[in-house]
């Protein structure tokens, strides 16, 4: 049927429509007038982003947004400048030592046979001086004094083994801090950098050992106590809690205070200080902080013990064979086996340490956006010009 008369029809074209027709002037498969085909606009420059515009970051007027994650992100070392992962964590503290070999492996190598060395002597002069004897409780008449003289030896010993794994931290917390900008440092220049902060790093590990020697006495003395006043089944009542207790607060306090190296080389902050702001960065994350440092310990000790424990075993059964030149033997063994597995973890653990405690800053106090200046200097800038960012803090 048709419209009415004068309108238009139903399903027809305006009048003067040409079906199957472009519009008047319009070019078929040609481009708008003034158009360059395969050209991009005037003053384009292709593969360059536009004038102003930063690697990494939002377009100039983008609103913030929280948790904006640019899809350029800045890694000029071995993190990438944002809150970060297990994963950017642990194969950031890989990368350092494969970036820096002989700056991380190197140096554990010289500071860990060192330590291993001393220990070893002490371990054997001590009971050959004191008793003419390597072993003297191999013998079966060894008295109280004999068994002091080989304690003492061996906490000797372990006291060098101590020390030097402080001094180790200190010098790959350095190395690690220059990592994260993609700047390599010498093992002299590390030793320059730390050696200012040993006394506070030899003063904080002290107390930290004066405490928890202090907090085992305590607990040893009131189990005696309760077993002095009421027998075993008191002493099990009272020990049992003190003992939880203890070590409950042990891995708190630890936990809470694993910073404190770090801040010491790196923000060169005094003992106390830097105490309590590894409370405050650790406080408010406790059990990721907790749980991350768990993983890094355990993969530590895997290795370790996977490397060690067959140089420990052998070095064992010679030390009970009897003969002086098995105890010789055995205690070489034993050494060897604690000094590769130390080379092998010390630097994976110190870097861990202190790219967690990188973390903590970004999450905490936006420390991402200090290091993004480190990284705009480029590469030609001198590798210690970055130190002093780590002491910026926000405001």
Known sequence: MSNDAGGPGRGYPPPGYQQGYPPPGYQQGYPPPGYQQGYPPPGYQHGYPP?????????????????????GVIKPGVIPLRPLGLSDIFNGAVNYIRRNPKATLGLTAIVVVAAQLISLVLQILGPLIATGDLDPTLSGEAGAGDVAVLSGSSLAGSITTALASVVLSGMLT???????????????????????????????????????????????????????????VAAFLVGAPLVIAAFLLIVYVATSLVFTPALIVLERLGIVEAAGRSFTLVKRDFWR?????????????????????????????????????????????????????????????????VLLYTDRRIRAEAFDLVLHTGAAAGPGVPADSTDHLWLTRRP
């Open 51 to 71: 004038p102003g515009y930063q690697h990494g970051y939002p377009p100039p007027g983008y609103p913030p947004q929280q948790g904006y994650a640019p899809p």
């Open 174 to 232: 350095v190395i690690v801090g220059r990592a994260v900008f993609g700047a390599d440092i010498t093992i002299g220049e590390a030793w320059q950098r730390v050696k200012g902060r040993l006394l506070a790093l030899l003063g904080f590990t002290a107390l930290e050992a004066v405490a928890v020697l202090l907090l085992i006495v305590v607990v040893v003395v009131a189990i005696i106590a309760a077993e002095a006043i009421g027998g075993g």
């Open 289 to 353: 902080v907790l749980g991350i440092w768990i993983l890094a310990a355990l993969a530590a000790a895997v290795i370790a013990g996977a490397v060690g424990v067959p140089f420990s075993l052998g070095g064992q059964l010679l030390a009970g064979s009897g003969s002086d030149g098995g105890v010789l033997v055995g205690l070489i063994l034993i050494a060897v086996g604690a000094a590769i597995g130390q080379i092998l973890t010390a630097p994976f653990s110190a870097g861990v340490i």
